[in-house]
């Protein structure tokens, strides 16, 4: 058609209504902007997330001088884990992983339901966790208090908890822990359970278990493992509640410390990084055994002793997916919670590392508590000896930074 004709009417027709919609769109945006104020710089956003990603990487916790724990290591063969990139790759499709720890995540915490991957997967290096609903009571001796304590996330994360008989002088070292901000207190996430009853630590609520109080094993009864307190049925309600509640499942690891033992989670985290992949839920599943000494001519072995326990994420991930088989295939009525935990863990396959060396114990193999290369000592029944370790460890850690 010719200069005037129906096509260029519509075609100029057309041109008009998309300029107009342009228009439109970018008075609405301006609108919202001078409405909702300037929105939040990108390039700041980024800077936050690099450093707080590399605060949960690799900044150390307070005390950057403390030495990696150079212990003799125990005869014992024992796979070790290794730093090469290849099985960083490789660690969470790594062939000890089973089908059930694969699809744990789904399924952790089964009355727990409510935990999703998103749960699993949170890593925010300030966390305040104010769930104190459990399947044990929590008391209610104050105003609201939280369960769980978190502070600035380091890597790797430790949870940590102990389970405090009540009434006894347990009760006193865990509020010098407090007022010290010692022990699990130093750990990114905590908590404490009151066996027997509960007392009152200032913005900490006390879990009350539902377990009775136990009595201590006798070698004269057939079956008995001990002659220290026949505990496993308190800690299966531990670490169930820790588990149904998935708190645990935030951490990199998950620790168990006596009240009697004196602690440095520092040194712990640098014992244990070559063992974790940095935001790897899947990766292989660990525990740490921490004495080597044998009774009665028994073959030499690896052993878990309850001063400190310490087992990575996938390692509980799976315990709480097959816990049952262990309940119905070990003896475990007459044992006390260590040797069922290794047990148990054993059993499901997990691998061992060697912590032989890392804990000064007097049911093991004591040291002294200026030895920097331990990371626990263990046990003081009373809040004087337990300071007195507790400063000696603390002066010879001040001195080895001068």
Not at 40 to 67: I, K, L, N, Y
Not at 149 to 168: D, E, G, K, N
Not at 209 to 234: C, H, K, Q, Y
Not at 366 to 372: E, G, L, R, T
Request: charged share 20%; proline share 6%; hydrophobic share 35%.
């Amino acid at each position: 058609g010719g200069s005037g004709g129906p096509l260029d009417f519509i075609w100029s027709a057309l041109s008009w209504a998309w300029t107009a919609a342009l228009e439109k769109e970018h008075e609405v945006a301006e609108a919202l902007h001078l409405t909702a104020g300037a929105p939040t710089s990108t390039t700041s956003a980024a800077a936050t997330s690099t450093s707080e990603e590399f605060v949960r990487m690799g900044a150390p916790a307070h005390d950057t001088t403390t030495q990696a724990p150079d212990t003799r290591r125990s005869t014992i063969p024992v796979a070790t884990p290794t730093r090469d990139a290849a099985s960083r790759e490789n660690a969470s499709a790594d062939a000890t992983t089973s089908p059930e720890l694969r699809g744990s995540r789904a399924r952790a915490g089964g009355r727990s339901s409510a935990r999703s991957s998103t749960t699993l997967l949170h890593r925010s290096t300030t966390t305040t966790a104010t769930n104190t609903t459990s399947a044990t009571s929590t008391a209610p001796i104050e105003p609201p208090t939280t369960s769980t304590s978190t502070t600035t996330r380091f890597f790797p994360s430790l949870y940590c908890y102990m389970v405090v008989r009540v009434p006894s002088y347990e009760v006193e070292l865990s509020k010098v822990m407090q007022q010290k901000q010692a022990s699990i207190f130093a750990c990114d996430g905590h908590r404490i359970f009151g066996n027997g009853g509960t007392f009152y630590l200032p913005g900490v609520g006390v879990t009350k278990m539902n377990e009775s109080p136990v009595g201590m094993g006798d070698f004269g009864v057939p079956g008995t493992a001990t002659n220290s307190w026949l505990n496993v049925r308190i800690f299966m309600e531990a670490w169930q509640t820790l588990l149904d509640e998935g708190d645990v499942t935030k951490y990199d690891w998950t620790v168990k410390i006596d009240p009697d033992a004196v602690f440095y989670p520092e040194r712990l985290r640098v014992w244990l990084k070559p063992f974790v992949v940095p935001g790897d839920i899947y990766a292989k599943p660990w525990f740490v055994a921490n004495c080597d000494r044998t009774y009665n001519n028994e073959p030499p072995s690896l052993k878990v002793y309850g001063a400190l326990e310490v087992f990575s994420r996938s390692a509980l991930m799976l315990y709480n997916v097959r816990s049952r088989e262990c309940m119905k295939a070990l003896p475990w009525q007459r044992w006390g919670e260590d040797l069922f935990m290794q047990q148990c863990m054993q059993m499901l396959k997990v691998e061992v590392a060697n912590g032989v060396g890392i804990v000064g114990d007097a049911r093991c193999h004591w040291a002294p508590c200026s030895d920097q290369s331990k990371i626990a000592f263990h046990d003081f029944k009373n809040v004087g000896d337990w300071l007195s370790c507790w400063g000696q460890a603390s002066s010879s850690q001040r001195v080895q930074v001068k």
